[in-house]
T-cell receptor, first 109, second 115 residues
Framework: EDQVTQSPEALRLQEGESSSLNCSYT??????LFWYRQDPGKGPEFLFT???AGEEKEKERLKATLTKKESFLHITAPKPEDSATYLC??????????FGSGTRLSIRP | NAGVTQTPKFQVLKTGQSMTLQCAQD?????MSWYRQDPGMGLRLIHY???????DQGEVPNGYNVSRSTTEDFPLRLLSAAPSQTSVYFC??????????????FGEGSRLTVL
């Protein structure tokens, strides 16, 4: 059964304190791994797609990396506006896109 | 450009009542889907569609029906609401054929409470 697990569930950082979020997955044939950001009361917003092990994508203070079993979302020198829930999702063979339960990130000024 | 529009934003139902959550997109996306989001459980796929006239089940389809008569609209029907269906529902669409690429565009959500 395809599965996506995110850790930690919640993470509190000081402004400027870099860290990483983890997404581990088990799927039968990975077509793509995706990261989303979700603000309270809003729908998720697409950030990145990663297709193969070794691939990296960057956007401002965020960098996503992918291995054969997990993905990391690295946050460098975060700011309070980076506070949100970050969701990981995978697409295996077929068309279903399955999400993890998310990491709630809080950045203190 | 409105993107993905969901109505209503809030709804309270009594157990056993039926209702339809509406979803419309104006981006000519072939792929559309419905998710529910519950605390600590993330987003779970209910039903999805890869084009007009084609629908399929996701992870948690029981208690929900869908249809796709046009490219733009993908309504979600609750035939007999149960308290376990209290949740926030999100509709999402993708420009990729078959949903490939994972770039889903989400609506703002519909918060449903079943008493």
């Amino acid at each position: 059964e395809d599965q996506v697990t995110q850790s930690p569930e919640a993470l509190r950082l000081q402004e400027g304190e870099s860290s990483s979020l983890n997404c581990s997955y088990t799927v039968s044939g990975l077509r793509g791994l995706f990261w989303y950001r979700q603000d309270p009361g809003k729908g998720p917003e697409f950030l990145f797609t990663l297709y193969s092990a070794g691939e990296e994508k960057e956007k401002e203070r965020l960098k996503a990396t992918l291995t054969k079993k997990e993905s990391f979302l690295h946050i460098t020198a975060p700011k309070p506006e980076d506070s949100a829930t970050y969701l990981c999702a995978v697409q295996a063979l077929g068309t279903k896109i399955i999400f993890g339960s998310g990491t709630r990130l809080s950045i203190r000024p | 450009n409105a993107g993905v529009t969901q109505t209503p934003k809030f709804q309270v139902l009594k157990t056993g009542q039926s209702m339809t959550l509406q979803c419309a997109q104006d981006m000519n996306h072939e792929y559309m889907s419905w998710y529910r989001q519950d605390p600590g459980m993330g987003l779970r796929l209910i039903h999805y569609s890869v084009g007009a006239g084609i629908t399929d089940q996701g992870e948690v389809p029981n208690g929900y029906n869908v249809s796709r008569s046009t490219t733009e609209d993908f309504p979600l029907r609750l035939l007999s609401a149960a308290p376990s269906q209290t949740s926030v529902y999100f509709c999402a669409s993708s420009p990729r054929q078959g949903g490939g690429g994972g770039e889903l565009f989400f609506g703002e959500g519909s918060r449903l409470t079943v008493l």
